[in-house]
């Protein structure tokens, strides 16, 4: 972390919870170029590493327009930033303060109204607001239990929040696994996280009768160290813990040795929670937030495909499964909030070293493993832009989806649901492009 200090003159830093910011370059009166940080300054990771920045300005000039350009991006897309002068209300600024020149730079001239003002690339969600979020939540002793799970690599604690109804016989419940932020500056997942959570416990008979039917293990910040550097994408030393689960091949409920604390963590609670006797997880989301183009909206990442296109019975399972389960989400979010799914998954994530991969590896398509991906921009919301509460929404959302992926995979075949359906609104009526052949994140 750094400061910035051009003396009696406007302060830039990024010495705070996930800050960041390579560099501060004044070029004229009132103008300035921001260069991205590479995470933990190791210019050795890729170009598209390069997308986070926060920073605070003080001693800002006031009631005249200033101008900063956001250099050396890795990525290419056009998105609004956002800005806060208390670290607590955030906004967008507006798009006609907000353009990108030839060479792919963002470029914002805007006038601040206060001295002292923060600044991002997206809505922070930081370690402290986790940690106000959990205290929050813990009044609500009856449903909630929150534990410290493990510690990271700087002994930070990495949480678990489990929400059941304790009343109802565990035998009679779903068991949901729900992890966020394993890359630290996708905050989207903090959000849905939050309106996931806060659906549960809203009191209603509806949530209570949810919660009877199930168990939620939910990791809410996964990556807490890489959160707290103010990196993108990996832990302090560098590390991408979304490629890490690397299991071993001739016993592949165990991982091999030496890998991230962080991820050794939530493997041993969800391998526990498969091997206790107990009812086993069925359902494993991984959320994270994408960057690309503005209009691209929320997508999955299903994988496999359909008997037809060569996959196996047991492969098209999971991959209907999976479209069951995004079909329940349209049905919530809306159909048109969504990307369209795309008309084969692959099986390429199956020796990537993710959570998905090992999940298949040991329970085939008896665990719905899937990774969803929030977007920053107009994502589905045109002419506006993707709230905080848009994304808690979102979470809201899930919880619909994930009751009635279990109460139709429980009491109907999907194949018998799908024929149901056929024609109705769950129909999905997207555009053909689906990101994963754009240039967008391709959970590397
Ligand atoms: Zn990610």
Redesign the pocket.
């Known amino acids: 972390m750094r400061k910035f200090n051009h003396i009696g003159e406007v302060i830039f830093s990024d010495d705070f919870e996930s800050g960041s910011i390579g560099d501060v370059v004044k070029i004229a009166n009132n103008k300035w170029d921001f260069y991205l940080a590479d995470d933990n300054g190791d210019v050795s990771l890729p170009d598209e590493y390069r997308s986070w920045w926060y920073l605070k300005v003080d001693n800002a000039p006031t009631n005249e327009p200033v101008t900063f350009t956001i250099k050396n991006r890795g990525w290419p897309f056009y998105y609004v930033p956002v800005y806060s002068y208390d670290n607590v209300r955030w906004f967008r600024f507006n798009e006609s303060e907000v353009y990108q020149n030839t060479n792919k730079e963002i470029v914002v001239t805007t006038t601040f109204s206060q001295s002292q003002v923060w600044i991002a690339r997206f809505y922070p969600y930081t370690f402290s607001d986790l940690e106000r979020f959990i205290s929050d939540i813990e009044r609500y002793v009856f449903f909630t239990e929150v534990e410290v799970s493990g510690y990271s690599q700087r002994q930070k604690p990495i949480y678990l929040i489990k929400l059941t109804h304790p009343h109802s016989p565990p035998e009679n419940k779903k068991k949901v696994f729900i992890h966020a932020r394993?890359?630290p500056a996708?905050t989207p997942g903090s959000y849905v996280v939050e309106g996931l959570v806060k659906r549960l416990l809203n009191n209603s008979p509806e949530s209570a009768l949810i919660l009877s039917k199930h168990e939620f293990y939910i990791y809410p910040m996964h990556n807490v160290d890489g959160v707290i550097a103010g990196n993108y994408?990996t832990t302090p030393k560098s590390e991408n813990l979304?490629v890490q689960w690397k299991y071993d091949p001739l016993d592949p409920l165990n991982l091999i040795d030496g890998l991230p604390l962080e991820v050794n963590v939530i493997h041993e609670y969800a391998r526990n929670l498969m091997t206790d006797g107990g009812p086993k997880v069925s359902m494993a989301l991984n959320l994270?937030?994408?960057n690309s183009e503005p209009d691209t909206r929320p997508f999955f990442f299903p994988h496999f495909g359909t008997r037809a296109q060569g996959y196996s019975e047991v492969e098209s399972n999971l991959w209907h499964k999976q479209l069951f389960f995004i079909d329940q989400m349209a049905k919530y979010y809306g159909k048109d909030m969504l990307e369209p799914t795309p008309d084969e998954g692959g099986s390429g994530f199956v020796n990537g070293g993710y959570p998905e991969a090992w999940w298949w590896a040991n329970f085939k398509d008896s665990v719905m493993a899937m990774t969803m991906?929030v977007t920053y921009d107009r994502a589905g919301y045109a002419p506006d832009r993707i709230t905080q509460d848009n994304m808690r929404l979102i979470g809201e959302s899930l919880v619909s989806a994930i009751r009635d992926y279990h109460e139709f995979t429980a009491e109907n075949s999907l194949a018998s649901y799908r024929s149901k359906i056929k024609g109705t609104v769950t129909e999905l009526e997207y555009p053909e492009l689906y990101p994963p052949e754009a240039q967008d994140?391709l959970?590397k």
């Open positions: 394993t890359h996708e994408r979304e994270h937030g994408s991906e994140e959970k």
